[in-house]
């Protein structure tokens, strides 16, 4: 990796710092993400809700409201039902508390990825109908499930669609459509995910039964629901989560979220980041639903006690765990074929499948594997009645190009250039494979000299260390709005060691001040020596261990004192 940096402007950044009561480090990170006058700045570190878009102009917004308030008057049976992912399990927990506060009488049902599959399928179909509903929602799922809604419209149910997957052509036959990506959808941020929508139906049901009912209790499920679905975290999402992560700490979070916290050893008291709840809360959301028992994350959101929250936590824990044996397992499996197939240094792209390749974890198998050959790959688990595998390519890599020049041995692919999902035609697993190596040769000297940007040096002019708390004012960061990416020219090594298995951790000094480092595997590498002056690359995080304020770098690259970053 190559590292540039960003054009600074140290008199400004210290003006801009002083007149908003922050450092200058700070101020220049806001000054890079365009925002420079002072009502943006001072919105952009306090973002409010009262700053969200209006919900007025989002297409059958109100008809849903409507709706679902002449369900909860007259008592109407409402079946939700969400998609497996964190998104859909949020937002269905969301729809059936609310409504169930409000008085209907609600039931949810989670899909199964192994028993229908994604989406709202004819098993989904057949099970909301044996509830004998009178109203049908779908959360984050519906978009392009037109035969199984039609069928609902036909036996005279009315159908509510809550989803911002694509839009295809055809009219949905349902009542409502909430998706920000309609093309006569009006409403001015496209980047709600489920979640974001239901919070915005839900209050469109409160308006038109003219109650009082406090919304910013669900929060916190917007917030895992926005984060998990890499949703973009600008404008109304930006609003959206930093609240929901203030609700998720919470002394009174719901149970569940309590649950999960203590079974992610998250203290109610640390301030947790974006980072945190993608690394720590939602993957073990995730884990019953991409083992087909999704339903139990939807209970566990929804639990009324600690105690019940807390089995249901460990019973989620148990798969998560069971998850991680089996991606594990699979990654190493992949491995093996790889070297068996390619050898030790793949020239181009590599593809392993086996029959008993499970396909909830093919994805992060994927990824293991660029990682450890440097090359893009695919992971495929052969079932019936097609192969469905999953694709990661390298830094700059068009990886969808490359796919999408193996069309003719595919029957379906979708995604972006970093990863993308395949399935394959039948018997076509070796055309697929020679296919991929051909086009990732071909496409190779394609491949962008990635530089990725760093903010600032710290420890030169006005820019000194962040505070933990000034970091805490840049939440959420990930896509969309970018974590600042610091550069330590100048550290001082008072301690270096090895920890856990490979991981590095190293105590610094910056002048008067003091951090701790932490390298994700980058022990191997070589530990500094201590007294020794290093240069590092890496984001800035309070320490959650020390606490108190202290702030942690995790170390993305390290070089000698006066090493040149921007090159290697
Ligand atoms: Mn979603």
Known sequence: MRYRHRSCDPAAAAEFGRVLGVSATLAQVLLHRGVTELAAAKDYLAPTLAGLSSPQPMADRQRAGERLAQAVRE??????????????????????????????????????????????????????????????????????????????????????????????????PVLAFLNPHRPECEFAFKGLCSAGLVFLLVAAVRTELGVDFDLRPFLDLVALGTIADLAPLNDDNRRLVRAGLRRLIAEDARPGIVALREIAKIKGDTEVGATDVAFRLTPRLNAPGRLGFGQLTLDLLRAKTLGEA???????????????????????AAIEQIIAHYGEHPPHGVVAAHQDFHPGVVGIAAARLVERFGVPAVVVAL????????????????????ISSCASTLVRFGGHQAACGV????????????????????????????????????????????????????????????????????????????????????????????????????????????????????????????????????????YPEGADIAAE
């Open 383 to 402: 079932q019936e009645p097609h192969d469905h595998g999953s694709a990661r390519g390298t830094a700059g890599f068009p990886l969808h190009d490359a």
């Open 75 to 172: 008592k109407h049976h409402v079946v939700i039902f969400g998609d497996y992912d964190v998104d859909g399990t949020t937002s269905a927990a969301i729809l059936a508390d609310a409504l169930t506060s409000l008085g209907a009488r609600v039931s949810a049902r989670i899909a199964n990825r192994f028993a229908g599959g994604y989406g709202f399928s004819d098993i989904a179909l057949a099970e909301v109908r044996r509830l004998e509903p009178d109203l049908v929602v779908t959360c984050d799922c519906g978009s392009s499930d037109h035969p199984r809604l039609r069928a609902l419209r036909e036996a005279g149910i009315d159908t509510i669609v809550v989803d911002h997957h694509l839009v295809p052509d055809e009219a949905l």
């Open 423 to 558: 399935t394959l035609a039948p018997a076509a697993l070796a055309d697929f494979r020679s296919s991929f190596a051909e086009a990732t040769t071909r496409l190779r000297e394609q491949v962008q000299a990635v530089q990725r940007e760093v903010d600032l040096s710290l420890g030169i002019g006005p820019f000194g260390l962040p505070t933990a708390h000034e970091l805490s004012m840049l939440e959420p960061v990930g896509i969309g709005n970018n974590e600042p990416l610091f550069h330590l020219p100048h550290a001082l090594v008072e301690d270096a060691s090895e920890v856990g298995q490979g991981h590095l951790k190293l105590r610094l000094r910056m002048g008067t001040s003091r951090l701790s480092a932490f390298g994700y595997q980058l022990a191997q590498r070589g530990i500094p020596s201590r007294g020794s002056t290093i240069q590092l690359i890496g984001h800035l995080r309070p320490d959650t261990y020390r606490g108190g304020g202290a702030i942690e770098m995790r170390i993305e690259a390290l």
């Open 310 to 332: 807390r089995v249901m936590a460990a019973e989620v824990e148990g798969h998560n765990q069971q998850r991680r044996d089996i991606q594990q397992s699979l990654t190493e």
